[in-house]
Every structure is written in C-alpha cells, then in structure tokens.
C-alpha cells in the first residue's frame, strides 16, 4: 500500500496569535501542546499514529520532542483498542484494521488533561483509466526531435458527494530507462509527481510534460477528509503570512483523519 501523507511535525511549532491591545513577541510566547499524526488507512492496521510536542519560534532547538510513555485508545463504536509504543513517538496496533464508513475516536491523558479526537473513514472508491498503455518514441542522446503527440491519460471516480481527493503517478521500475536520453547525464525529470487535495472526480496525466521515464507507472488516488485538506493549506503559510494552523483535536494539535485509496496501473512502451 504506497502511503503520500502529509508531516505536520514542524506545522505546529507554534501558534501565533495577535491582540489589537497588547503586542506578543515570539520570545515571550511558549507552549507545550500536543501534536497529534494520525492518518487511518481504510484496509489497513494502525501502524503511524505518532504524539510530539510543539516548541516556540524562540526555541533554539529545532529538535523534535517525542513523547512514548502514553495509554492511548481507539474507539470504533463498539470496540476499544489500545496502541503500543514503538519509540520515536510512534504508536501501533497491528490487529486493528481499519474499516471504511466507520467513525473512530482517539484519547489519551497528559498532565491531567484529556486529549481526544475522532474521524470518519471513507468509503474506497474504483478509478478508471482510459487506457493502460502508451507507446512513445526514444530520443537518443544528441538529436533533437519533438516527443511522441500522445492523448493525455485520464483516471477518473466517482464523486457524487463532492469529497477531497489527490493523486499520485509513480514510475515504479527499480531503474527506469529515460524516454529522452538527452536528459540522462542531469537532475531531470521526477520518477513521481502528487496533486493537491481538490473537490475532484478526474486527473489527467500530460504524456508530453509527466511522462519522462518508461516502464510500469503506479496511479494512486487518495480520498480524503476536510481536515487532510485544510491541513494542506497551512502547510503552504510563510514566516511571512503566519496563519493558525487547522487541527481537529481537542486540547492538542495535529490532525487524526481517515483516508482510503484505489491503485491502478499504466505502461510506457518503446514505439
């Protein structure tokens, strides 16, 4: 299962906020909140709920604060389930799979203060791909010539209800040959590209500009919650823009949400 998630650890260094009456500096202001990582695959076991803590601007450190001593439980209606720590802030439950069209809740205890959250799993939804081959022509090394004019490949879903989704197209080979040789002694060409979380129910793949490599392409399409999509977004705040980060925990930060995914597959052929 390819998981493309979002790290939040360095999102939640801190919270800045602003008051009209009375000026905060960043060397005045110091928290010690909770950062919560939690992205709950549907098919799949708890294996990357993780619990940080978040530092100050002013902080000199840029060391990342794990905590790996908590009870933490996950709840889905009508079982309870604990995780166990496996180092490094992370936590983990093997036996519990997780379900699509479930609603989980987390929780755990810290100073005397109840952190919790809970989220919904969505349902997987099939893509379809107008086609699963494509034959493009190789330029050797030292000629010049326009790249194969193929149609663009498009995966499409379903999307009735008007959920977030993003995809991501991977060249899997474990060493892929270049389509144009010419770029072979150089940094170009990416062997994987991934959209942005969008209201969606097609992507489509340019051939001329995605397409650099030959070989077996791995489509994944991720539908995710509102929460994955607003966390997005704050990720792409400056020092010079600050925004309140989006979170959906209580007492914390940090983000517990659901997602669920359909993988499917393309070949690029030599013409």
């Known amino acids: 299962m390819k998981k493309i998630i979002l790290s939040i650890s360095c999102i939640f260094i801190v919270i800045i906020f602003f008051s009209s009456c009375e000026e905060t500096t960043l060397e005045d202001f110091e928290t010690e909140s909770m950062v919560i ?6 098919g799949n076991a708890v294996d990357s709920f ?16 794990t905590l790996d001593d908590l009870t933490i439980s996950l709840e889905d209606g009508a079982d309870t389930y604990f995780l166990e720590s496996i180092g490094d802030g992370y936590y983990k439950n093997f036996d519990l799979i997780i379900s699509a069209g479930k609603n989980y809740t987390m929780e755990f205890q810290k100073d005397n203060t109840t952190i919790s959250a809970s989220t919904y799993i969505p349902e997987q939804r099939e893509i379809v791909i107008s086609t699963t081959s494509i034959s493009v022509e190789k330029v050797e090394a030292g000629i010049m ?3 194969t004019q193929t149609d663009p490949i498009t995966i499409s879903w ?9 995809v991501l197209v991977e060249n899997i080979e474990s060493d892929p040959e270049y389509i144009n040789d010419n770029f072979a002694t150089g940094n170009f060409g990416d062997r994987k590209f991934i959209t942005e979380p969008t209201i969606s129910s097609e992507h489509n793949v340019d051939t001329r500009r995605d397409i650099q490599y030959f070989g077996t392409y791995q489509v994944v399409v991720y539908r995710v919650n509102p929460e994955y999509a607003a966390l997005y977004s704050t990720a ?21 949400t ?13 013409l």
């Open 50 to 65: 993780r619990v940080t803590q978040s530092i100050s601007y002013s902080s000199t450190s840029d060391e990342i604060i």
């Open 145 to 147: 010539m326009p790249p």
């Open 37 to 42: 990582e939690s992205y709950l695959f549907a």
């Open 236 to 256: 792409e705040s400056t020092s010079s823009s600050i925004v309140e980060p989006s979170t959906n925990i209580e007492n914390g930060l940090g983000i517990m």
């Open 158 to 166: 379903e999307n009735d209800e008007g959920d977030y989704y993003y």
């Open 258 to 270: 659901g997602i669920s995914t359909d993988t499917i597959y393309f070949e690029v052929v030599e």
